[in-house]
């Protein structure tokens, strides 16, 4: 690349730089449910939507500092692999698993949805971010 104005771009610096973009928006979400948890009392899909938003951020805010470098940006997909695997299997039970236990109920599968998948998200993301600091 030339450098424009005395200025040398770094390879990769869009996405990092639309990723800082979307962790501001993450961030303010996961605050404003946090304050929502605060001062309205725990509501569970509230907290299940704002660990969401506030991994999506902790994630996208990592790309944009560290995505430059190659260890971290295998960290990032380990657990990014966890999150998805932990919160499909998450989503998929609580899914399929009121429609299996209670038939006539219809609300069930607002379970996987709104609890159990975004939960399995929030702690597979963490885990497989650990699992890979853990490995020899």
Avoid: C
């Avoid at 009392?41 to 430059?68: E, H, K, Y």
């Avoid at 932990?86 to 236990?101: E, K, M, S, W, Y």
């Amino acid at each position: 690349m030339t450098p424009v104005m005395g200025i040398q771009a770094t390879p990769g610096a869009f996405p990092r730089i639309l990723s800082a973009a979307v962790a501001v928006v993450m961030t303010f979400y996961a605050a404003l449910a946090l304050g929502g948890q605060v001062r309205g009392g725990f509501d569970p899909i509230g907290a299940a939507l704002g660990a969401v938003a506030g991994s999506w951020g902790w994630l996208t805010w990592w790309f944009a500092l560290r995505g430059d470098r190659p260890e971290h940006r295998a960290r990032m997909r380990l657990a990014l692999l966890g999150g998805f695997v932990l919160g499909g299997i998450g989503f998929v039970l609580g899914f399929f698993g009121p429609l299996a236990l209670a038939p006539d109920s219809n609300q069930g599968p607002l379970l996987g949805i709104f609890i159990t998948g975004p939960a399995g998200f929030v702690v597979g993301t963490l885990a497989g971010a650990f699992v890979y600091h853990r490995k020899p």
